[in-house]
């Protein structure tokens, strides 16, 4: 479980992220969804520290992210907007690289490779290098070389993007799978369509600040619409609708 709280991180005179607070539940898909320069981002790289904030918290299962930072990270599996992969090496190797420096030993971490490489759909490129690679295939292999040590928290940010519809179908099935068994998702998209298939509870930010929470159901109803996509427009009141 992740605690935010009071989060705060300004840039000069512009309040990138202004007093947010919510929690990572375990057993749930949260979604974290926000226009182009709502907050999004930054809030999510203070999340995984690498953009330490101006005030407020971050609770790692209990652990403060900032006071106690590699306890936190190993507890964190995260699929941040830039892939960064070792283009020399191939997507086993990317993969294996990550488990060695989590000290998972050898026959464990070639076990945990072949389960992801099947529950992502990747053996038909699993021993290739990664320079070429599509962006789908790239995605696939930053997510399982983040959740390669099995991390209660799982952050992802616009992992779908790249994916064919097969693979996000896999990709999906692989989250709800990490849903019941009791991890804490927070998913950062700007697809619809995974909102309402997959998020119990969805964070709302706009210019910096919590517009809204609730599940997907709640939100429609709060604003008065029969579809997600329009109920994210009206909270935000804004007719843009633009996804960062």
């Known amino acids: 479980m992740i605690l935010v709280q009071n989060l705060r991180k300004h840039f000069g005179a512009v ?30 790289r203070m999340l995984y520290t690498l953009l330490q904030p101006d005030a407020g918290k ?3 299962d209990g652990v403060d992210a900032w006071q106690q930072p590699l306890q936190a990270k190993a507890a964190m599996g995260v699929v941040p907007d830039a892939r960064g992969l070792y283009p020399r090496l191939t997507a086993r190797e990317n993969i294996a690289y990550f488990g060695q420096l989590q000290g998972i030993p050898g026959k464990a971490l070639a076990k945990r ?20 690679f599509s962006q789908g295939q790239r995605a696939k292999v930053a997510i399982a070389r983040a959740f390669v040590g099995d991390p209660q928290n799982l952050l992802l940010d616009e ?17 709800l799978r ?15 369509q995974e909102v309402t298939a997959l998020c119990d509870e969805v964070v709302v930010i706009a210019s910096g600040v919590i517009k809204a929470i609730g599940s997907p159901e709640a939100l429609m109803a709060q604003a008065g619409k029969d579809n997600i996509e329009d109920a ?3 909270l935000i009141g804004t007719d843009e609708g633009i996804m960062a």
């Not at 309040?15 to 999510?44: H, M, Y």
């Not at 991890?183 to 700007?190: D, M, N, P």
């Open 15 to 44: 309040k990138a992220v202004d007093g947010v607070s919510f929690e990572i539940a375990n057993g749930k898909i949260t979604g974290l969804l926000g226009p182009n320069g709502s907050g999004k981002t930054t809030t999510l």
């Open 58 to 60: 971050v609770l790692v």
């Open 113 to 132: 490779i072949d389960d992801l490489a099947q529950e992502l759909e990747m053996q038909d490129f699993l021993h290739r290098p990664c320079k070429g």
């Open 159 to 175: 992992p779908g993007n790249g994916l064919d519809v097969m693979s996000n179908r896999a990709l999906r099935r692989y989250l």
């Open 178 to 192: 990490q849903k019941d068994r009791g991890k804490a998702v927070l998913l950062s998209t700007h697809i619809m």
């Open 232 to 234: 994210f427009v009206a």
